[in-house]
Nanobody
Framework: QVQLVQSGGGLVQPGGSLRLSCAASGFFLDYYAIGWFRQAPGKEREGVSCISSSDSSTYYADSVKGRFTISRDAAKNTVYLQMNSLQPEDTAVYYC???????????????????WGQGTQVTVSS
């Protein structure tokens, strides 16, 4: 059974950090680009950061550049999103997604994803 299982998230104060994890089961992430998306109440789901399946090239939305870092651990079949300097506007439900043989840039569009994680809430508030 193909699954993406997310962990991490929670409540953090402005300026704080969180790390999200996305672990794959039933398939190898080596052949998939992995993306992190978020959806705030009343807003569309948006691509935050993606990493390609081939050369580990990355994509970051302008709003998170310099604050978020995406990485993959092939041995653990897991992708991470390190989020630093979090701000209230980062509050959303975060999802990871996998797209077979996609580039990082292409996967930034939610419609390009083949599989989705269950989502995890990130709340930035004092």
């Amino acid at each position: 059974q193909v699954q993406l299982v997310q962990s991490g998230g929670g409540l953090v104060q402005p300026g704080g950090s969180l790390r999200l994890s996305c672990a794959a089961s039933g398939f190898f992430l080596d052949y998939y680009a992995i993306g992190w998306f978020r959806q705030a109440p009343g807003k569309e789901r948006e691509g935050v950061s993606c990493i390609s399946s081939s050369d580990s090239s990355t994509y970051y939305a302008d709003s998170v550049k310099g604050r978020f870092t995406i990485s993959r651990d092939a041995a653990k079949n897991t992708v991470y999103l390190q989020m630093n300097s979090l701000q209230p506007e980062d509050t959303a439900v975060y999802y990871c997604a996998a797209g077979a043989f996609r580039s990082a840039h292409r996967l930034r569009v939610p419609e390009e994803a083949d599989y989705w994680g269950q989502g995890t809430q990130v709340t930035v508030s004092s």
